[in-house]
């Protein structure tokens, strides 16, 4: 009786510790432990999706190898109700694709440049470990192809742009998107994951093809936009194409700012982020209203969806949501949940007469 | 003594300058010569005479610049009818015939045939899908080089009225609202409006060869050699260029650095050039 009372002690001191370490690892993502991750097997390609939508988290599996697959091209699309503008992108989405890998994942990524593009294109992917970021290495001509890979050795979520000069003209036209590297083991579930992204458009009308719009040199440089959009088109996340989530569901947005120049105030209203990973990094804050994304930058945000309602999502340089186009709307159903909102006043008091 | 002459030497070597470790880079990588010989070419494209000068570049920091010397250049990029007329008289330059190492595999993508240019592309249509070998075997079949790329940004520093307009903002605008429009390189050559020099077509229809063309940013490591550290690439391209704003120039460079003399591209053709004793006032 007495040797298993220990033996149990035993093993649930080790377990504790290894828990202690486990935890420990996680906090401070050193990049030197991923480093040594074997990536087993033979690659495989991965999921990519267009916003809003997410690839199926990494979960408990094993760091492997995989292969993006991403095309350049040069497009004409809506910015604005049936406003055509030339957009740059990356697999033909504003954003450019979602990529979801795991800390340890060995990634081989091709970019392939469009035969008809008039320009060459590349990618400096910041959650990649050396020079440019890839972006040297994936220099494309319009019609050629060109590879590398890189090992995913810090978790969190970074964005991805082309590179090619000039290159805030190449971003302005959103060539951005974002990366998601999970720790080992993933991120914890959650009902609902979004991915969302801002950027700031600069525009003038096309002197060759009549109402089209097309990237303003003057406009960018004063840092002047006419439009700040999340996910490259005004109404993006309005009406029919608002996000959802239901009353007591958890909700997790994927936010990055593609710029290229305007550093975004990211705001829910009428929510108040339960947890944000702080630039898209380890470090997790409480209870936060509005949290700054930087140009070229992310963050993870959190909450649990309470009330009933439409949830308003700006960028709280609110001149930007109202005049700019930068707003967006979560849709939650449900029942009221009248210990948290309720309109009208406090109950009134019976009359003791 | 022997080991002198072997520290002498790796003296000689330190001491070569960047530009000579430059050029070696590049001659690596471009032949001088073509090994096959070429039959000679009766066409005759009008060529705009260019005085030359000292001009500053794009790419060069603050204190160079460059002198350009008299030289001809096409007034207008070589067209199908032209190229086809040269690959008649040279087969082993046509689409099935051509060596791989000179061309890759989307050279003359569009033609039917050896022999047969795309029934909807126009005769007088500028040939693209032409690799910097194949550009340079049909200027010497004609007597005559492509462009440098100096003597290229020299003339392209023209717009309708002036040598040099770089300096006005709707030169550079304009340019850009070009370069941002596809399939451009279907419509006839010399259509358009020439520019100061008579030379057409230097923005609207395509991208071209130069002769060195990857010089500026390409030698062994492509942010090394003669311009290091003057990348164009991110964040380098803050401090490089002379005029920031020129889009249009930074385009261009982007394209030529990611090139090989071998690639074939939809929308990349040539012009030639000549050297010229006359100096015209």
Avoid at chain 1, 204 to 209: G, H
Avoid at chain 2, 185 to 193: G, I, N, W
Avoid at chain 2, 209 to 238: P, Q
Wanted: with cysteine.
């Amino acid at each position: 009786m007495k040797l298993r009372f220990l033996t149990l002690s035993a093993i649930a001191m080790m377990t504790g510790l290894f828990a202690c370490k486990m935890a420990d690892n996680k906090q401070s993502g050193t990049s030197s432990d991923a480093v040594n991750i074997v990536a087993e097997g033979t690659p495989t390609v991965a999921e990519l999706t267009a916003a809003p939508k997410v690839p199926a988290p990494v979960g408990t599996r094993a760091a492997k190898k995989l292969i993006v697959n991403l095309e350049t091209t040069e497009i004409e699309g809506v910015i604005d109700d049936t406003i055509p503008y030339t957009f740059w992108t990356f697999n033909g989405t504003v954003p450019g694709s979602f990529i979801r890998v795991r800390e340890g994942d060995e990634v081989t990524l091709n970019l392939k440049n469009a035969a008809n593009s008039v320009l060459p294109h590349n990618i400096d992917l910041h959650a990649v470990t050396g020079p440019g970021g890839g972006a040297e290495a994936t220099t494309a001509a319009p019609g050629q192809e060109a590879s590398f890979t890189f090992k995913a050795i810090n978790p969190g979520l970074f964005v991805y742009h082309c590179a090619a000069p000039p290159v805030p003209m190449h971003i302005g036209n959103g060539m951005y998107g974002l990366i998601l590297v999970e720790p080992a083991g993933g991120l914890k579930p959650v009902d609902k994951e979004y991915y969302i992204m801002q950027g700031d458009f600069y525009t003038k009308a096309s002197t060759v093809k009549k109402g089209l719009l097309e990237f303003n040199n003057d406009k960018a440089v004063a840092e002047n936009p006419d439009y700040v959009l999340f996910n490259g088109k005004k109404g993006s996340l309005l009406g029919n194409n608002m996000i959802e989530a239901k009353v007591g569901e958890t909700v997790r947005l994927f936010v990055g700012n593609g710029g290229p120049n305007m550093t975004s105030s990211f705001h829910v209203i009428g929510e108040i982020f339960d947890n944000v990973y702080i630039e898209g990094g380890s470090t997790v804050s409480h209870n936060i209203q509005t949290t700054m994304i930087p140009a070229g930058g992310s963050a993870i945000v959190e909450f649990k969806c309470d009330v009933p309602g439409e949830y308003v999502l700006v960028d709280h340089s609110l001149s930007r949501a109202f005049n700019k186009g930068c707003i967006g709307k979560l849709k939650v159903t449900g029942d009221a949940n009248p210990k948290v909102f309720k309109k009208g006043g406090a109950e009134k008091q019976k009359s003791a007469y | 003594m022997k080991k002198y002459f072997g520290l002498v030497f790796i003296a000689l070597l330190i001491a070569c300058t960047k530009e000579q470790v430059t050029k070696q880079v590049m001659n690596d990588k471009i032949p001088q010569q073509l090994p096959d010989t070429l039959r000679k070419l009766n066409v005759n494209t009008k060529m705009a005479y260019i005085p030359g000068g000292e001009y500053k570049p794009f790419y060069s920091s603050d204190t160079g610049l460059v002198t350009v010397h008299p030289f001809l250049m096409d007034e207008r990029p070589i067209t199908n009818s032209e190229f086809l007329a040269f690959v008649k008289a040279n087969p082993q330059w046509q689409r099935s015939k051509i060596k791989q190492i000179y061309a890759d595999s989307s050279y003359l993508r569009t033609w039917l045939s050896d022999t047969t240019f795309a029934a909807d592309a126009l005769p007088d249509a500028p040939v693209c899908n032409v690799s910097w070998y194949a550009a340079n075997a049909f200027a010497q079949s004609v007597n005559k080089r492509l462009p440098t790329l100096d003597e290229w940004e020299f003339v392209a520093m023209a717009d309708r009225t002036s040598k040099d307009a770089r300096k006005k903002p709707e030169y550079s605008d304009a340019i850009i609202d070009l370069y941002l429009q596809k399939d451009r390189q279907f419509q006839p050559v010399a259509k358009s409006t020439p520019n100061y020099w008579g030379v057409y077509n230097m923005f609207d229809l395509i991208w071209e060869w130069t002769e060195d063309f990857n010089s500026v940013l390409t030698t062994g490591e492509s942010r090394g050699g003669k311009y290091e550290d003057k990348s164009l690439f991110c964040a380098g391209s803050a401090t490089t260029s002379t005029d920031l704003l020129n889009y249009a120039a930074f385009m261009r460079f982007s394209l030529r650095s990611s090139v090989k003399a071998h690639y074939t591209i939809a929308n990349l053709g040539f012009r030639c050039a000549r050297d010229t004793m006359i100096v015209k006032k």
